[in-house]
């Protein structure tokens, strides 16, 4: 099982992202899929989640109306639109996939939002 983040790294305040979660090794249409942050010092946040196959999103209060999270089950991939970034993003984000038996984490990306 593998979950390959990309798509990381330095944006100004304002600016937009893309990142993006490449899965294999598992049935990607039967497990939900998330987005995580982890800030220095912080402890780890949903940052948004969409059901498997696809129907239901769900975001943290603090990217609602900036991020967007998709995924093509086609492509085993899932991604996060990030918009009007700020500072405050800033930290690893990773990519989480589970059903009712499993649960696994990709290793992270690193998002910097900084003039």
């Known amino acids: 099982v593998q979950l390959v983040e990309s798509g990381g790294g330095l944006v100004q305040p304002g600016g937009s992202l893309r990142l993006s979660c490449a899965a294999s090794?598992?049935?990607?249409?039967?497990?939900?899929m998330s987005w995580y942050r982890q800030a220095p010092g912080k402890e780890r946040e949903l940052v948004a989640d969409i059901s498997n196959p696809g129907g239901t999103t769900n975001y943290a209060d603090s990217v609602k109306g900036r991020f967007t999270i998709s995924r093509d089950n086609a492509k085993n991939t899932v991604y996060l639109e990030m918009n009007s970034m700020k500072p405050e993003d800033t930290a690893v984000y990773y990519c989480?996939?589970?059903?009712?038996?499993?649960?696994?984490w990709g290793r992270g990306t690193q998002v910097t939002v900084s003039s």
């Open positions: 090794g598992f049935t990607f249409s039967r497990f939900a």
């Open positions: 989480n996939s589970r059903n009712w038996a499993y649960e696994y």
